[in-house]
């Protein structure tokens, strides 16, 4: 089966300082990251069906309202999620307060009404994955993700009520929907208000944004996705664990110290910090 790979651009438009204003209430559910839980290492916590589930069975049998501001991730978590969604008995109100790409909007679908913000965006597109194999395996990977492309563009279908022409021509070109257009292609069904939202970043959302940034060069730069996950969680940790300082601890920045607006134009950071982990 394929293994799903987050969107480097919905991953470089992700900003995960992006939060609801309103104080948490009981019977709300923020999805505030990746969905599902191969990135919690330095991304926090992953969106996952049984935190889904959990926060459902303690708001029981009431109204809930879910706020979304998530780049995407694993599909088969995410259909999971939007599925359980849809069982709630009582009313679901999605409020996307940010970015919901990838399987984050297929959850996006899941509610009566749909708010999303003005300056809010959503992405759908074809199914991101990584794999290995020869020729068959490639052919099989393949015929698997036409699958769930067309079991993604089922649900815009069913919500929007769009066409099944034009839902696959803004797949293929992975469409980046602002508010406006969302509302006008009736992917969603009005719009949030800005008092709803802040955007005063922690200090963890400042190392996320580093993080992110990294990430994402590293994956234009050709890094396999298993060495960037474990630079990327070997320098959260070396910045959440405060360690006596040495030679070695001079020669890589920290999270928290990288530029992210330098990565794109810095080959030369790239590839040091490729020879870093490869050494």
Known sequence: MPRFELNPQALASWNPSIKAAVAEQSNSITMYGVIGDSYSSYYGEGVTLSRIDAALRSIGDNEV????????????????????????????????????????????????????????????H????????????????????????TSMRDVYIDTSGSSEKD??????REAYLSGRSSVDK???????????????ATPE??????????????????????????????????????????????????????????FDESPCLVASLRGALTI
């Open 65 to 124: 309202a879910v706020y979304i501001n998530s780049p995407g991730g694993d599909m088969f978590e995410g259909i999971a999620i939007y599925n359980r969604l849809r069982e709630h008995p009582k009313k679901v109100t999605v409020k996307v307060i940010g970015l919901a790409a990838s399987a984050a909007s297929i959850i996006a679908m899941a509610g009566e009404d749909r708010l999303i913000a003005k300056s809010a965006f959503l992405m759908i």
């Open 167 to 172: 839902i696959e021509e803004m797949m293929d």
């Open 205 to 262: 959302d400042t190392q996320t944004n580093a993080l992110k940034a990294l990430d994402v060069a590293l994956s234009k730069s050709g890094m396999p996705r298993s060495e960037r996950r474990k630079l990327l969680a070997d320098l959260k940790t070396s910045t959440e664990t405060p360690s006596k300082p040495s030679a070695a601890d001079n020669s890589m920045p920290s999270a928290t110290e990288l530029d992210p607006s330098s």
């Open 186 to 200: 009736s992917f969603m069904t009005g719009y949030l208000s800005a008092d709803e939202i802040t955007t005063e």
């Open 126 to 149: 074809n199914c991101w994955s990584y794999f290995v194999g020869n020729r068959h395996d490639l052919r099989s990977i393949a015929d698997q993700l036409e699958e769930f492309d």
